[in-house]
């Protein structure tokens, strides 16, 4: 399984930005999809998780501003970032589960004036 993200930019504070994952290759059956992200200097945290059933679960910090959702026909996970904060700078990896889990390369996301 090959997962792609894109997505990711510059982007002042207060703006809004969409990450994309597509999945391709031998899947089997997607479980859960989510996102993670590793700031410099910090370790690799959930961001946003998303079951096959659609129950999702966030991060405190990004509650209220960020949504995640799929696509199943499209073997795709999606992560709608707003109000975004300097603090939300970091490498956004996407992580899927079908049978073991798979990692993309990860796009990222500064946010910065």
């Known amino acids: 399984v090959q997962l792609v993200e894109s997505g990711g930019g510059l982007v002042q504070p207060g703006g809004s930005l969409r990450l994309s994952c597509a999945a391709s290759?031998?899947?089997?059956?997607?479980?859960?999809m989510g996102w993670y992200r590793q700031a410099p200097g910090k370790q690799r945290e959930l961001v946003a998780r998303?079951?096959?059933?659609?129950?999702?679960n966030y991060l405190d910090s990004v509650k209220g501003r960020f949504t995640i959702s799929r696509d199943n026909a499209k073997n795709t996970v999606y992560l709608q970032m707003n109000s975004l904060k300097p603090e939300d700078t970091a490498v956004y990896y996407c992580?899927?589960?079908?049978?073991?889990?798979?990692w993309g390369k990860g796009t990222l996301v500064t946010v910065s004036s």
């Open positions: 992580k899927v589960l079908d049978g073991m889990d798979y």
């Open positions: 290759g031998s899947i089997r059956s997607i479980n859960a």
């Open positions: 998303i079951t096959s059933g659609s129950k999702t």
